[in-house]
């Protein structure tokens, strides 16, 4: 199995997120799609990939119809995504995938979670570089030979293919996104749900000690109110 079906396959069993937090993810990551192209999903690509995943999580579709709506509105605030990175304790790189609209207090609030665990708010590609960003789709695996996906869409940029639970996933880098989700579209291939990932291009292995006082940091990012998403370095496939 490849890298990033591995990661993504560890990293799941250890979610720092809950139904109500991919919920609230999902609505800012809509508001800010339909603020820069526009509440027409056959016009917004990345607006339509929104609702599939919108509708994998069993978000209620008028959950999902009210933030088409609220984005619309000039009232609502504008959401800015911001990157950090920095270290945990024993060396743990973190990176951090924020939606604000409050620059100063996310900064403030990232700032003092790692300063409270012995880790530090790093600068800008401070940490980035140890990590490979990559998208990922998940098809409906019905009338679909995996081994023939591999073949057709390797030319798109299609690096991994792998069947789980009777779904295929298939990976590539992350600016071959488009391409990818154009042509599983003309192809009339059902996509359930698609995303992005940053994986981790070597692991760091700590003991369960250290490893405890790095998800101890993990969780208090992952409570904050402005931050999306999560990755680090730390290998958790066998804790």
Same mark, same amino acid.
């Not at 620059?103 to 990590?131: H, P």
């Not at 679909?144 to 390797?154: S, T, V």
């Given at each position: 199995?490849?890298?990033?079906?591995?990661?993504?396959?560890?990293?799941?069993?250890?979610?720092?997120?809950?139904?109500?937090?991919?919920?609230?993810?999902?609505?800012?990551?809509?508001?800010?799609?339909?603020?820069?192209?526009?509440?027409?999903?056959?016009?917004?690509?990345?607006?339509?990939?929104?609702?599939?995943?919108?509708?994998?999580?069993?978000?209620?579709?008028?959950?999902?119809?009210?933030?088409?709506?609220?984005?619309?509105?000039?009232?609502?605030?504008?959401?800015?995504?911001?990157?950090?990175?920095?270290?945990?304790?024993?060396?743990?790189?973190?990176?951090?995938?924020?939606?604000?609209?409050?620059?100063?207090?996310?900064?403030?609030?990232?700032?003092?979670?790692?300063?409270?665990?012995?880790?530090?708010?790093? $600068?800008?590609? !401070?940490? @980035?570089?140890?990590?490979?960003?990559?998208? +990922?789709?998940? %098809? =409906?695996?019905?009338?679909?030979?995996?081994?023939?996906?591999?073949?057709?869409?390797?030319?798109?940029?299609?690096?991994?293919?792998?069947?789980?639970?009777?779904?295929?996933?298939?990976?590539?880098?992350?600016?071959?996104?488009?391409?990818?989700?154009?042509?599983?579209?003309?192809?009339?291939?059902?996509?359930?749900?698609?995303?992005?990932?940053?994986?981790?291009?070597?692991?760091?292995?700590?003991?369960?000690?250290?490893?405890?006082?790095?998800?101890?940091?993990?969780? $208090?990012?992952? !409570?904050? @109110?402005?931050?999306?998403?999560?990755?680090? +370095?730390?290998? %958790? =496939?066998?804790?």
């Amino acid at each position: 199995m490849g890298r990033a079906f591995e990661f993504r396959k560890a990293r799941k069993l250890k979610r720092w997120s809950n139904i109500s937090k991919t919920f609230t993810r999902l609505s800012k990551e809509i508001i800010i799609s339909v603020k820069e192209n526009g509440s027409d999903p056959s016009n917004n690509s990345k607006l339509r990939a929104l609702i599939q995943n919108a509708k994998a999580a069993n978000m209620p579709k008028d959950n999902i119809e009210r933030a088409i709506k609220k984005a619309t509105e000039n009232k609502t605030e504008n959401y800015k995504e911001v990157l950090f990175e920095g270290y945990g304790p024993h060396g743990a790189a973190i990176l951090i995938e924020t939606a604000t609209n409050n620059n100063n207090r996310t900064v403030a609030n990232i700032r003092s979670y790692f300063n409270k665990s012995n880790g530090n708010l790093g $600068k800008a590609g !401070s940490v @980035e570089f140890m990590f490979d960003h990559i998208c +990922n789709f998940r %098809l =409906k695996s019905e009338k679909i030979i995996p081994e023939e996906i591999e073949l057709e869409f390797i030319d798109y940029g299609v690096e991994e293919v792998e069947v789980e639970n009777n779904e295929i996933l298939i990976y590539a880098p992350f600016n071959d996104f488009g391409s990818i989700q154009k042509a599983l579209e003309s192809k009339k291939i059902e996509i359930i749900s698609s995303s992005f990932e940053r994986i981790p291009k070597n692991r760091l292995y700590l003991n369960s000690e250290k490893l405890s006082e790095v998800l101890k940091l993990i969780e $208090k990012i992952e !409570s904050d @109110e402005d931050v999306q998403n999560i990755y680090s +370095n730390v290998d %958790l =496939k066998n804790n």
